[in-house]
Structure formats: structure tokens, C-alpha cells
Nanobody
Framework: QVQLVESGGGSAQTGGSLRLSCRAS????????IGWFRQTPGKEREGVAT????????DYADSVKGRFTISHDNAKSTLYLQMNNLKPEDTAMYYC????????????????????WGQGTQVTVSS
């Protein structure tokens, strides 16, 4: 059974930093696409950053390029999201997601490509 548990959310001021973690279990970690998504009330969940666990290729939403960095530790089956230069518009519930990579060489940012989700962690950025 795939389980994803996020941690590290909280509050920050504009320009500040936070680091999210997602501990994965129950599957062959390196065979999966894993990523971070976020959602605010009334809006659809959007992709923030993804990484191919077995190959390391990354993809980012335009809104976070240059500010957020996705990384992972295969030995710990843990995904990270380093968020720097935070903006109020980054305020959202952040979710970790995973699914089989199959033959992909890059992991999609579309939420519909992922079947396994964590419970979410709240990030609030104040101006």
C-alpha cells in the first residue's frame, strides 16, 4: 500500500523560505514519478514540481521556476521541496503525489497522472 506523508509546512513572510518533506513507503520508490502539487480553496490542484525518482529529471511550473527546488533521497524514500523567495500567492495546501513512471523520461505536472496522494501540508505566506 502506497503511503505518502508530508511535513514541513508552516508560515513564512514574503521573501522567506520553507522546506517540505514527503516520506514515501509501500512501493518501489525509484520506479515512480513523484511531485508536489498545491491547491487553494475554489481552485483546481496544480502541479508545482515533479521528479523522476529513477533518473532525476525535473519539471517545474513557470510560477515557481528559479525559486523552488525539488529533490529526493532514494535511500530515505523521501521527496523534498525547497521553497525560497516565497510570495503570498504561494499560500496553499501542498500535496505530495506519486505514480508509476512506466516508460516516461520526464514526469508530468498534470494532477490526473497521479493516483497516490498524501494528506497535505499547509503553507501560508504573509506580506
Amino acid at each position: 500500500q502506497v503511503q505518502l506523508v508530508e511535513s514541513g509546512g508552516g508560515s513564512a513572510q514574503t521573501g522567506g523560505s520553507l522546506r517540505l518533506s514527503c516520506r514515501a513507503s509501500g512501493y518501489a520508490y525509484s520506479a515512480y514519478c513523484i511531485g508536489w502539487f498545491r491547491q487553494t480553496p475554489g481552485k483546481e490542484r496544480e502541479g508545482v514540481a515533479t521528479i523522476l525518482a529513477g533518473g532525476g529529471r525535473t519539471d517545474y511550473a513557470d510560477s515557481v521556476k528559479g525559486r523552488f527546488t525539488i529533490s529526493h533521497d532514494n535511500a530515505k524514500s523521501t521527496l523534498y521541496l525547497q521553497m525560497n523567495n516565497l510570495k503570498p500567492e504561494d499560500t496553499a495546501m501542498y500535496y505530495c503525489a506519486a505514480d508509476l513512471a512506466n516508460w516516461r523520461t520526464m514526469c508530468p505536472l498534470g494532477r490526473l497522472s497521479y493516483n497516490y496522494w498524501g494528506q497535505g501540508t499547509q503553507v501560508t505566506v504573509s506580506s
